[in-house]
């Protein structure tokens, strides 16, 4: 009988250490529509203004000089939660997730989840592949 309460207690214990040693790495992936916090506070996600990945809203471009730091701020919009985690790119250069993944949907964030629960520290990303170009897309 001591055996078995020792047994089972021992197990119990592993478990808990894997299940704890796993969760504090704070792995998180999220998919979503990649887009500025402007365009999606605005609802704008097809039409979202270029200048607003460069210097944060719509029409900022004629007061903004050149030479001075953008103001990028990239969020991820999930479609199921209705929700926008922003985007601190730690692993990521930020060039290479706008030329392949912004205003683009179905792109998946990795990385972890800040103590906010708003902000997604993202090491890497998966963007899905650009859409196939048609023969009649322009002549229609």
């Not at 992936?29 to 402007?38: A, C, R, V």
């Not at 030479?67 to 969020?75: A, F, L, R, S």
């Not at 997604?120 to 897309?137: E, G, L, N, Q, V």
Request: aromatic fraction near 10%; charge should be negative; include cysteine.
């Amino acid at each position: 009988m001591k055996r078995l309460v020792i047994t089972t207690l021992l197990g119990l214990s592993l478990a808990a250490g894997a299940i704890a040693s796993g969760g504090g790495k704070g792995e998180f992936e999220k998919k979503g529509f990649l887009t500025t916090k402007w365009c999606a506070q605005n609802d704008l996600f097809a039409d979202c203004r270029l200048e607003t990945y460069h210097c944060g809203e719509e029409g900022c471009f004629k007061e903004w000089v050149p030479g001075e730091p953008t103001k990028t701020e990239m969020v991820l919009f999930v479609h199921d939660e209705g929700k926008i985690y922003y985007i601190d790119p730690e692993g990521v250069h930020v060039s290479e997730l706008l030329e392949k993944a912004a205003n683009r949907n179905e792109v998946t964030i990795i990385g972890e989840l800040a103590s906010d629960g708003k902000t997604i520290k993202a090491h890497d990303f998966k963007a899905p592949p650009p859409p196939k170009k048609s023969f009649f897309k322009g002549c229609l």
